[in-house]
């Protein structure tokens, strides 16, 4: 379970995130959606214990992420290209995180043979490092990674975005499977209003900053964050 | 049109973190600037004087004779450091501005380079000197200056030509060393043939449009294949080539630490940047020639063997460790959210750089050659450097927050942000200190005294591993956020 008291984030007198109190229990399927500068990266940098928050603070598992590091065992995240190593192949980085996540080859070979459709062919055996790879190419190694060692927590910011349809369409699938697993928290933020719903049970608008609306899905969600967001 | 890409310099240049981070940066690198200046000046002075009171020549013809070298050399400087004329050309092609303009002012900014200005604190002060001395016409060493600044640009087009045709490096180091090579061994000395060229340069009035017509051609060249490649898939695109997946499991035998040490490898290996460190090793298993064969005067005293055997063993340990952790700065975030062990992570870069002095001097045997003395430097110098530098470099690179672009292999050597305080005061016991401790025991008793008293402080070192390990854990933990957020901070 994640839980978030008194977040705030100040950047020179001007604040970005501001949270009183937020909860997301185990086993959620957690969207976070807002225009851009609603503070949803800086959200999950938190998480990550990548920021530190101005005021308050956050428990992952009921460890507070800024005080000790056991949370990291069963926390993965893909925020963005800075969480991939440039210089590998994508075989590579997928071992050297399977390692450091305490999985040898063979676990990381099994869990990669669940994602060739997923990966179309255009990862594994490339012949390039994940730098030379197209932008979407590398959002699909760093997503995967992000699902090595059978983490309890997922973070994945926008995984949406640089995707082709067909991926799109496949990774969908991949997020609702790891939501359906009643130990696996997922935390995805998008842009796009029509796949949060599709694979988030619940969903967050935050805008400025500060949690705006906080909805189960349902069918009149997506009715409801168009009107939103149409003001 | 010229004014918006001098405004947009001007605010790449003083918007970039690295420029805005402390005064103290500012203030070496203009330390710097005035050192190379006056240094030149003051070579000039004395070149002049030297040649002329002490070997009875005639300075003019005596540098005519080294200015080939002068010129390879500036060639061999440039390559490796002169950064490349690029402004961010991409955002700019669809804009209305006409694409020689984009060209001229990007080819156009590299003649205000230190690298071309710096020459002329050489010439001026060494023409003045000749116009001063009453023989030399006023006319005469004007165009032989001017015959000297063409070559320079030349030199200096020549530069960006070669930096973006890679052939042309195989080409143009291939005709350097075969003319040095037949020089050195007496078949075919070029200077017989340039020294005239450089000489008729001030003794004829036409001469010195060769040189004039060789920079204009070499710009023209420059800028036609500068103004060919400006499309998204020739110049400007990214090379990749075909790679191969390695896994390296040979280094499993480390332990936990292998997982480190694979990943510190393939950065070596496969990053430019990177890989500048390994030919930065390799230069100064040479420096010690400068001080064991009594080449310069200066560094005839004892002491200075210790200060050769440090460098002479320590480059890479100097010149990889100094950047710890920034070589892992592009994917600092993904290592920060993961469960890592901070001991594993830098005993990973501490074997590293212990293995390096290990091999630096194995290879380092060959100064054996002047004596077992020389060579015991070399030796003690490198159990001071695995014992105590390699954890003090380590202890400083953690103050250091630059991130560091691989794939780039540009301002490499001195790194400019690399300098602050607290590393400069972390640098003395690398050099003084095993100087001071080789002075007290050679002084005091023998050399040998001086080198087992060296070699005594090196074991001692690695008695305090769990101290500065500790200690850089912490830092790396405090400084945890500025670091990312430093690191996030692009050039």
Known sequence: ?231 | MFKHFISLQWKSFWRSASLSSGLWMKIFMGFWAVWFVLMMMGSSFIAYKYIEKELFLNPLEVVNKFLIYWFVLDLVFRYALQKMPVINIKPLLILPFNKNKIVSFAIGKTALSFFNIIHGFFFIPFSMLLVASGDAPLLNVLLWNIGLIALIYGNNFLNILVNNKGYLVYIVSGIIIILGGLHYFGYFDITQYTAPFFQGLYDSKFLVLLPVLIMIALFVITFRSFRKDLYLDSGLASKSKNVKTENLEWLDRFGKTAVFLKNDIKLIKRNKRARSTVIVSILFLFYGLLFFTGAVKVYDGPVWRIFAGIFVSGGFLMSFGQFVPSWDSSYYPLMMSQNIRYREYLSSKWWLMVIATLASTILASGYLYYGLEVYLAVLVGAIYNMGVNSHVVLWAGAYVKTPIDLTSNKKAFGDKQAFNMKTLMLSLPKLALPMVLYAIGHYAYSPYAGYVLVGVAGIAGFAFRNIVFNKIEQIYRTEKYKTIWAYKQKK
């Open chain 1, 1 to 231: 379970m994640i839980a978030i008291y008194n977040i705030t984030k100040t950047y020179a007198g001007s604040t970005v995130l501001n949270i009183e109190e937020l909860e997301i229990p185990k086993g959620d399927s957690f969207g976070l959606v807002g225009n851009n500068g609603a503070g949803k990266t800086t959200l999950f940098s938190a998480l990550l214990d990548l920021i530190k928050p101005t005021t308050g603070y956050i428990e992952n598992n009921g460890i507070v992420v800024s005080d000790s590091e056991e949370w990291k065992s069963s926390t993965s995240a893909f925020i963005d290209e800075s969480f991939l190593i440039g210089y590998l192949t994508a075989e590579e980085y997928f071992y050297f995180i399977g390692e450091l996540r305490g999985q040898n080859k063979a676990d990381v070979d099994a869990l990669l043979t669940e994602f060739e459709d997923f990966f179309h062919g255009e990862i594994l055996g490339q012949k390039k490092y994940l730098r030379d790879l197209s932008k979407g190419n590398q959002k699909k190694a760093g997503i995967v990674a992000a699902l090595i060692g059978n983490p309890e927590v997922i973070i994945l910011d926008e995984p949406f975005a640089n995707l082709d349809p067909t991926t799109q369409i496949r990774l969908k699938k991949i997020i609702k499977e790891l939501a359906a697993d009643p130990n696996v928290t997922v935390l995805v933020s998008s842009h796009d209003l029509m796949h949060i719903t599709e694979v988030c049970e619940r969903i967050v608008v935050l805008d400025k900053g500060e949690v705006v609306k906080d909805l189960i899905t349902s069918e009149e969600t997506l009715k409801e964050l168009e009107a939103h967001f149409n003001k």
